[in-house]
């Protein structure tokens, strides 16, 4: 390996990354010893020309450094910002870019951290705690989005089961969807986000959510506690009897409001298309 | 088809890159441009509606793939898993070719996700070359490989970016991707005649030409990909065309991606320039 290329690949990374910007990445790379032996200035590194100082010509790339990685954190992310503003979003993602430098070779996967990152820092900030559960659900609507868009089975063929054969199905969930339990009521604020008519950051409160991606779209529903129930046994491999039985046990049920709703909440999945097999045990 | 480069690659015609945005009207109207050309990276780790909407597409259009994570100029080792995954691509897709950037991207296993000038030298030359020899045998097929747009020198070049990349193109036998904006926007950024710089290029080995839109800040040029391309770029690629014979075109549109219709009417204005050739060799 050419000595003198990882040298500078070396210096020029440490000063375009830093974020008290080039100068200061300067003086952190003079005093890591990793300039050239004789260097005093970036003058040294870097020719200045009739219009742009070195540094200024560093900065194009220093600029960009956090301004590309910002940018994607706020398309994924675009609840999180409005949660927090613009201004607090961009300071919080600059740290993180300077906490975690990427590691990974697409920016596609730059920004998967970020959730586990705030939960590190959130402490009882309520505002970071809800952040939290957005970016939760956020992170998910682009992970299913890369998983394998499968065939769902149709209505039909769950409506042929009787009641008394349930404890011996087993619906198979799509590999794209994830289920979730919130601290947060976060369906009714992404609404908003997504109509532009944010209302306040609502009190904490328990909230239930599935994010699922099929040949149609990805999509966000709300469950309720007991859906979320039911559909968790099924995505852990329990049968429908089993996945009902410990729906229906779970402590604060509405066991009869269950009961009532079954049928039409098992329509309304399976034409989401999230069961991708239904298989009898025998 | 034209076949006037040493690789025997067709010209493609005029293409445009496959962005998310465009993915239902591409696959249900099959507007009329001649190929398409994917960011590798955004193919590589998908089995959803990215890989489904690329496989039709691919049914109807010849597709190219282009990186962005190679780093070629990187002292760190060669990623394998990447390497592996891109050729698994590449392979899966059946793409007319496929290359990367003359730059590196990150190092000590820091990515910095930008496209960082190589310091074009004897020394880098050789570890680049050989490099891109390793890619080449590992993949069975040449790599196109882009000038990029740059904003600084190093006070260690010791001589022009052109004749860096042609001497590289030779010794690795790779083929090239011009991209005529960021011959505008090096040259712009460090006082070069961007004409001087287009008669050293060794056409032979030019399978693309690229053509985006920057952004002048009157200072520098920052290769943007967020705007028409002006029009002294469309001069220089007029020429280009006229030296080439003719060479696979496309429209790189990233930043503020507009609507599809003037997309393709951005990829229309390269019409004329070729047709000019067609009607030279009539
Ligand atoms: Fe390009």
């Known amino acids: 390996m050419p000595e003198g290329l990882r040298a500078l690949e070396t210096w020029m990374l440490r000063i375009v990354t830093h974020p008290g910007g080039v100068d200061a990445g300067f003086e952190a790379a003079q005093s890591e010893g990793l300039l050239p032996a004789g260097t005093s200035s970036l003058d040294d590194l870097v020719p200045p020309n009739d219009r742009l100082s070195a540094g200024e010509q560093l900065h194009v790339y220093a600029f960009a450094y956090f301004d590309r990685i910002t940018d994607v954190l706020r398309g994924e992310y675009p609840s999180v910002e409005l949660l927090l503003g613009p201004a607090r979003f961009g300071s919080l993602a600059r740290d993180f870019i300077t906490e975690q430098p990427s590691r990974t070779y697409t920016l596609n996967r730059v920004g998967v951290p970020f959730s586990s990152w705030l939960a590190e820092r959130a402490g009882d900030d309520p505002l970071l705690s809800f952040a939290i559960d957005l970016s939760l659900v956020e992170r998910a609507l682009d992970e299913v989005w890369d998983c394998k868009a499968e065939a769902p089975v149709a209505y039909e063929a769950l409506q042929v089961i009787p009641p008394d054969r349930w404890d011996r199905v087993r619906l198979d969930t799509i590999d794209a969807l994830q289920l979730f339990e919130l601290r947060h009521p976060i369906s009714a604020f992404m609404n908003g986000v997504m109509r532009g008519d944010l209302d306040g950051v609502p009190e904490p409160e328990p909230s239930w959510v599935c994010v699922y991606c099929t040949l149609a779209g990805r999509y966000r529903i709300p469950l309720s506690f007991e859906q979320h129930a039911l559909l968790s046994s099924l995505v852990d491999g329990a049968t429908l009897g089993e996945a009902i039985e410990a729906a229906a046990t779970s402590e604060g049920a509405d066991v009869p409001a269950m009961l009532a709703g079954l049928g039409g909440w098992f329509r309304d999945w399976t034409e989401r298309g999230l069961f991708r097999a239904v298989e009898l045990l025998d | 088809m034209d076949v006037s480069n040493r690789f025997g690659l067709p010209d493609l015609g005029v293409g445009v890159g496959l962005r998310v945005?465009?993915?239902?009207?591409?696959?249900?109207?099959?507007?009329?441009?001649?190929?398409?050309?994917?960011?590798?990276?955004?193919?590589?780790?998908?089995?959803?509606?990215?890989?489904?909407?690329?496989?039709?597409?691919?049914?109807?259009?010849?597709?190219?793939?282009?990186?962005?994570?190679?780093?070629?100029?990187?002292?760190?080792?060669?990623?394998?898993?990447?390497?592996?995954?891109?050729?698994?691509?590449?392979?899966?897709?059946?793409?007319?070719?496929?290359?990367?950037?003359?730059?590196?991207?990150?190092?000590?296993?820091?990515?910095?996700?930008?496209?960082?000038?190589?310091?074009?030298?004897?020394?880098?030359?050789?570890?680049?070359?050989?490099?891109?020899?390793?890619?080449?045998?590992?993949?069975?097929?040449?790599?196109?490989?882009?000038?990029?747009?740059?904003?600084?020198?190093?006070?260690?070049?010791?001589?022009?970016?052109?004749?860096?990349?042609?001497?590289?193109?030779?010794?690795?036998?790779?083929?090239?991707?011009?991209?005529v904006n960021n011959v505008y926007v090096t040259c712009r950024n460090h006082g070069l005649d961007p004409m001087a710089y287009l008669e050293q290029v060794p056409w032979d080995r030019v399978v693309q030409n690229h053509l985006a839109g920057h952004t002048d800040n009157g200072t520098h040029c920052v290769d943007t990909h967020d705007d028409h391309v002006c029009d002294a770029v469309w001069a220089l690629y007029g020429w280009v065309q006229q030296r080439t014979g003719g060479v696979a075109t496309l429209i790189e549109w990233d930043g503020d991606l507009p609507e599809w219709d003037l997309l393709q009417a951005e990829a229309d204005k390269a019409r004329p320039y070729r047709e000019q050739l067609e009607a030279r060799d009539a």
Request: net charge negative; charged share 25%; hydrophobic share 40%.
């Open chain 2, 21 to 179: 945005p465009h993915f239902q009207h591409v696959v249900e109207r099959k507007p009329a441009v001649d190929w398409f050309e994917i960011i590798s990276e955004n193919f590589m780790d998908t089995e959803g509606r990215p890989m489904r909407v690329l496989e039709q597409v691919r049914r109807d259009y010849p597709v190219v793939m282009h990186g962005v994570a190679m780093s070629i100029g990187s002292t760190d080792p060669l990623d394998w898993d990447y390497l592996k995954r891109l050729k698994a691509l590449a392979d899966r897709i059946d793409v007319a070719w496929m290359g990367d950037h003359v730059c590196w991207t990150g190092v000590g296993s820091h990515n910095g996700h930008d496209l960082y000038p190589v310091p074009y030298t004897e020394a880098s030359l050789r570890h680049v070359v050989e490099r891109i020899k390793t890619i080449q045998d590992f993949l069975g097929r040449p790599l196109v490989m882009e000038n990029p747009s740059t904003y600084l020198t190093f006070s260690s070049d010791e001589m022009p970016e052109i004749e860096w990349i042609g001497r590289m193109a030779e010794d690795a036998d790779c083929a090239l991707l011009l991209d």
